[in-house]
Every structure is written in structure tokens, then in C-alpha cells.
């Protein structure tokens, strides 16, 4: 079978493979993500697009802080708010004391993360004491109230992963620290999570920040219930009437210290492989190239033109050359020439030393070539006759011309 039809069966039959497995995988994969991503375009249960939306399409302008911290999040207005959730935030001291200049002058931030903003709350302690971060709780179904009793009755979240509830480390500060030592330095309670609290504030300049223990809450999948919508309404209510920076940057996880503009290091692959479709593009992409080294860069020979066979000219010159001195009538040049090519003709074949005498050379002619001694004889005396008469005309040529073929054609 051709080479070329083989590698096309196996490279078809591979696609077919890559295409069966990807249509298996597409329909056996679920279908959300149920993993926490507290992103404000991400549509998954445990996304942020709901509650972006709500805030983006109500009256307040929105400002979304992408780069540029300490320039996007002006200090000199009042009246506005910030709003930071995610799951590990990345606020220095540098960060909150910018926070805290613009809260001061009159505007409240809310800040939702999974680990305690220490380096935010701490400005309010002296320095002969310290803030702990945040306790958890694990469960599955846990309760919310407030304390203002706007809502009197407790609202009620469970943690659901897939299509079954599971339980999940929600983040608390125990009531009776928060009672004991950190209201003595302003820190109020605003809502309960278990009878624990799970939201509190404190007061700054003429502003006031605000910190929510489970960013959760705030969620896809919590939000679109009317518990969700509920508890964030009520503790949105805390905020100001006036415009909303949106903080993207200190959502990431990670972060590069040697990033001026406060970026994530989030590399480019970290987002292809959190969309499906283009995580499996990206596979595709990697296997294609694969085949192409399999069978692209073995070594190939430059295809070799075809050639017409060599033919041998000399002949054909020797004929031409002779044909002119003929028609010329210079038979005594025809007849030296071939006496030439015939001296030459027994010293290549025979290795007979052409220059003795001639009674001698005709001898190991006759010995090596097996030709009989009348017709070597009749062969010489027809060249000496051509050759030195000055009476030779075409036929003595003709006839010498005849001698010597039969002589080519005879000799051993």
C-alpha cells in the first residue's frame, strides 16, 4: 500500500479518535463549574455576575478599578462607595492606608473576602494590641440575622455542591471577642451567621468600612434566591447614595510585588483552562501540533527531476566531420584519421606498441586480434594506397572504409 494512503488512514482514524473523545467528555462533563470564582462576568453558581449586574444596572455609576489602584480610587470625592469581594485579597498596608484616607473623607467602602482585611482593621487598634483574623464554622445549612431587625426572621443558605448539599468552612468572628474587645474600639456588628458574627463595621473620618466574613453570600447561585437578595440588599443598604468603584485588582490571589500597577500575575493559561471550551481548544491545538511533528519533520530527499538518458555525440560528430571532408574530396585526411582512431584502437584493446616497424606491428596484429594475415595485410594496403597516392579517389576510400568495419567487426 502507498506510504502517503497509510499516513492518511492513520491521521483520519486519530481525528476520529480526538473528535469521539471530545463529544464523550463534553457530554459526560457537568455542566457548571462549582468551584468559587469571584469574577464579575463569570455566570457559574459561584460567580459574581448577578450581583455586578444589580449594582451596574441600578442608578449609581459604576467604576471599575482595573489597574492603577491609588490613581482610579479617587481620595478628594465624597459620597461614593468601594466595593472588594473575593476569596483572598490582596490589600497591603500601603492599599488600606489609601483606603482608609478616601473612607475618611466621607465615603464607606465594603470589603467581602474569605480572610480577614487585617491590614484595613488594624489601623483602628492602638499598637499595644492586635486583631485576629476570621474563625470558621463548618456545616452545610447555616442561618443569617441582623442585628437592626430590618428582617426579622433569620434567612437560611446551604452550601450546594453539584446536586447535593455538602458542608463548607463559612468564616465567623466569634460574638463574644468582637463584644469584649473589638467594640471598644467602634467595631459594630451588622449581621449574625450562626449567632456568630458575620458582618461588622466601624466608623473612619466621616466615611465607614464595612466587612463582610463570606463573600459567598453574595454569589450567582445565593443571589437569585430570595434569601440572597435579601441579605444583600440589606447590607448594601449600609453604603452611600453615590457613585461605585469596583475593585478588580486585589481580587487576584496572587500577586507580583515588581507589577507598579498593582496587575495580577495571572498568566494567560490560568484563563484558558477556566473556560471549557477553550481549554479543549487549547488540547486540540497541542495534539495537532504533535501530529505534525510526528510526521513533518522526518528528514525528505528534494524530489530528483527525471533525466533523458545520456547519448553518446561523438559518433554522430565523427559521422558529420566525416561526411564534409568526403564531400570536399580530402580523402587522404579521412584516411589519416582513421589510421589514428585504429593505432589507438590497438594500443587501448591490445596494448601493441604502434610505433615499430610495420612488418612487425602487422605480426602482433594478427597474433592478438585473430584476424587472418591476408585480410590485416589487404586492411594496410588499403590505407598505404589512400594514404601516399596521389591518385585515390572516393572508391578507394569507399573500400578502405569497408576493410576497416569488417576488421571492427571480427577482431577479438
Known amino acids: 500500500m502507498n506510504r502517503n494512503i497509510i499516513i492518511?488512514?492513520?491521521?483520519?482514524?486519530?481525528?476520529?479518535?480526538?473528535?469521539?473523545?471530545?463529544?464523550?467528555?463534553?457530554?459526560?462533563?457537568?455542566?457548571?463549574?462549582?468551584?468559587?470564582?469571584?469574577?464579575?462576568?463569570?455566570?457559574?453558581?459561584?460567580?459574581?455576575?448577578?450581583?455586578?449586574d444589580l449594582l451596574d444596572n441600578g442608578e449609581n455609576e459604576m467604576t471599575n478599578i482595573k489597574r492603577s489602584f491609588n490613581e482610579t480610587l479617587d481620595t478628594t470625592v465624597s459620597n461614593?462607595?468601594?466595593i472588594a469581594l473575593g476569596d483572598h485579597l490582596y490589600i497591603d498596608s500601603l492599599r488600606a492606608i489609601h483606603i482608609l484616607k478616601y473612607v475618611e473623607n466621607g465615603n464607606n467602602a465594603f470589603i467581602a473576602s474569605n480572610s480577614a482585611p487585617i491590614e484595613v482593621t488594624r489601623m483602628l487598634l492602638p499598637h499595644t494590641d492586635s486583631i485576629h483574623g476570621y474563625h470558621y464554622t463548618f456545616d452545610?445549612?447555616?442561618?443569617?440575622?441582623?442585628?437592626?431587625?430590618?428582617?426579622?426572621?433569620?434567612?437560611?443558605?446551604?452550601?450546594?455542591?453539584?446536586?447535593?448539599?455538602?458542608?463548607?468552612?463559612?468564616?465567623?468572628?466569634?460574638?463574644?471577642?468582637?463584644?469584649?474587645?473589638?467594640?471598644?474600639?467602634?467595631?459594630?456588628?451588622?449581621?449574625?451567621?450562626?449567632?456568630?458574627?458575620?458582618?461588622?463595621?466601624?466608623?473612619?473620618?466621616?466615611?465607614?468600612?464595612?466587612?463582610?466574613?463570606?463573600?459567598?453570600?453574595?454569589t450567582n447561585y445565593n443571589i437569585i434566591q430570595k434569601n440572597g437578595f435579601t441579605n444583600a440588599s440589606n447590607i448594601l443598604s449600609h453604603l452611600n447614595s453615590g457613585p461605585i468603584f469596583w475593585d478588580e485588582t486585589s481580587q487576584k490571589?496572587?500577586?507580583?510585588?515588581?507589577?507598579?500597577?498593582?496587575?495580577?500575575?495571572?498568566?494567560?493559561?490560568?484563563?484558558?483552562?477556566?473556560?471549557?471550551?477553550?481549554?479543549?481548544?487549547?488540547?486540540?491545538?497541542l495534539i495537532?501540533?504533535?501530529?505534525?511533528?510526528?510526521?513533518?519533520?522526518?528528514?525528505?530527499?528534494?524530489?530528483?527531476?527525471?533525466?533523458?538518458?545520456n547519448t553518446n555525440t561523438t559518433i554522430e560528430y565523427t559521422k558529420a566531420v566525416g561526411v564534409l571532408y568526403f564531400q570536399k574530396g580530402q580523402h587522404k585526411l579521412i584516411a589519416n584519421e582513421m589510421y589514428v582512431l585504429l593505432m589507438a584502437h590497438l594500443r587501448s584493446r591490445y596494448g601493441i606498441i604502434t610505433t615499430t616497424e610495420e612488418p612487425e606491428l602487422i605480426s602482433n596484429i594478427i597474433t592478438k586480434s585473430g584476424i587472418d594475415e591476408d585480410t590485416i595485410n589487404t586492411l594496410f594496403d588499403h590505407f598505404r594506397k589512400v594514404r601516399y597516392?596521389?591518385?585515390?579517389?572516393?572508391?578507394?576510400?569507399?573500400?578502405?572504409?569497408?576493410?576497416?568495419?569488417?576488421?571492427?567487426?571480427?577482431?577479438?
Open 80 to 82: 461614593t462607595n468601594y
Open 389 to 412: 597516392s596521389p591518385m585515390a579517389n572516393s572508391k578507394d576510400l569507399i573500400n578502405l572504409h569497408t576493410v576497416v568495419e569488417q576488421y571492427y567487426k571480427n577482431c577479438n
Open 253 to 285: 490571589p496572587s500577586f507580583n510585588p515588581n507589577n507598579e500597577e498593582g496587575l495580577s500575575s495571572e498568566n494567560p493559561l490560568q484563563f484558558l483552562f477556566s473556560h471549557y471550551t477553550l481549554r479543549w481548544a487549547w488540547y486540540l491545538f
Open 140 to 218: 452545610s445549612i447555616v442561618s443569617v440575622s441582623f442585628k437592626d431587625k430590618k428582617v426579622e426572621e433569620k434567612l437560611s443558605f446551604h452550601y450546594q455542591y453539584l446536586k447535593d448539599t455538602s458542608s463548607l468552612y463559612w468564616s465567623i468572628y466569634y460574638k463574644n471577642y468582637l463584644s469584649d474587645t473589638l467594640s471598644t474600639y467602634g467595631f459594630e456588628p451588622i449581621s449574625f451567621l450562626n449567632d456568630e458574627v458575620n458582618c461588622y463595621s466601624f466608623n473612619w473620618g466621616k466615611g465607614r468600612v464595612i466587612v463582610h466574613s463570606n463573600p459567598i453570600l453574595f
Open 8 to 52: 492518511i488512514i492513520f491521521v483520519a482514524v486519530f481525528v476520529a479518535a480526538i473528535s469521539l473523545f471530545y463529544y464523550y467528555a463534553k457530554q459526560y462533563s457537568p455542566k457548571y463549574s462549582w468551584t468559587e470564582s469571584y469574577k464579575k462576568g463569570n455566570d457559574q453558581p459561584y460567580g459574581l455576575k448577578v450581583f455586578y
Open 288 to 309: 495537532t501540533i504533535l501530529v505534525y511533528l510526528l510526521f513533518r519533520t522526518k528528514r525528505e530527499q528534494r524530489i530528483i527531476p527525471i533525466l533523458q538518458k
